[in-house]
């Protein structure tokens, strides 16, 4: 599996946090990238994919989500074993 792409707005976002603990705890593997300091990721998550709420994850160009998804996380675990 490829590892997923998280765009967070740093460690002060508690939802951010939450997200890649859940992640590591069920051993998904991801990239983080800070939209603040990245303008480009923030252009893509912004524009074209449409979010305003941070974390934004992305398994691929049809599956994606925002905000802490508790939901989702464990669609993306169930499918990896």
């Given amino acids: 599996m490829e590892p997923l ?15 890649k603990r859940m992640l590591k705890a069920k051993g998904i593997p991801f990239i983080e990238t800070n939209i603040r300091d990245d303008e480009a990721a923030r252009e893509y998550v912004t524009v074209e994919l449409g979010y305003s709420t941070a974390p934004v994850v992305v398994v691929d160009d049809e599956d994606h989500w925002c905000d802490l998804r508790p939901d989702h996380i464990e669609r993306v675990a169930a499918h990896m074993g």
Avoid: D, I, L, Q
């Fill in 5 to 19: 792409r998280v765009y967070t707005t740093g460690p002060s976002c508690g939802k951010c946090e939450m997200t």
